[in-house]
């Protein structure tokens, strides 16, 4: 065999290991966001909810003072049969958090599209968690480019900084999403 057969045939070997990493690591993280889609208003309002978002890892990050963000990236997407599904709208929402070690307070502020949304005070942690966590009925999308009667999907990656592990795999596995399909009906 040349070295050209032997290259590709690693090269096919590589990719079929990312693959095959990439599929085993998927159906875990898929279950980690709920997420409920509603169009009302000329909007499509998203309703989402991290709910193995706070492990210990994350709380201690916290508690140490550094700034601890949560960005979720929330896309629109139409599923497409011979191609790549195509991306109708995106958008960004972040909340993060300072914890003020001597007054033992919490600020939290949450943006969408990097213009701030809210910001609030508190010394409860469940508060926190919950801001962090859990986004109700945010008008993230315009309905107007939609189309009647098709289907999309609402599909939600979240991801915290600073980093709280260093896995040897850092991209498998390490993110954390949630799909939730919807038929568009004005």
Not at 26 to 48: C, E, H, K, N, T
Not at 49 to 56: H, I, Q
Not at 113 to 119: E, K, L, P
């Amino acid at each position: 065999m040349s070295s050209n057969g032997i290259s590709r045939s690693l090269t096919l070997a590589i990719a079929a290991c990312i693959a095959g990493a990439t599929l085993f690591a998927a159906p875990s993280a898929i279950q980690a966001i709920q997420i409920v889609p509603l169009a009302r208003d000329g909007r499509v309002m998203v309703s989402f909810r991290l709910s193995e978002g706070f492990p210990e890892e994350v709380r201690a990050t916290i508690h140490s003072g550094l700034m601890t963000t949560f960005n979720y990236d929330v896309e629109i997407k139409r599923g497409a049969t011979f191609w790549f599904d195509r991306t109708v709208a995106s958008a960004n929402v972040s909340a993060s958090v300072k914890y003020d070690t001597l007054t033992r307070t919490f600020s939290v502020t949450r943006a969408l599209d990097g213009r701030m949304a809210g910001a609030e005070n508190t010394e409860n942690e469940a508060v926190v968690r919950d801001m962090l966590t859990k986004f109700d009925q945010l008008p993230l999308f315009s309905s107007a480019g939609l189309e009647p009667n098709a289907e999309y999907y609402l599909r939600v990656r979240a991801r915290t900084t600073p980093r709280t592990s260093w896995a040897l795999w850092p991209l498998w596995g390490r993110e954390v999403a949630g799909i939730a399909k919807f038929t568009f009906i004005p």
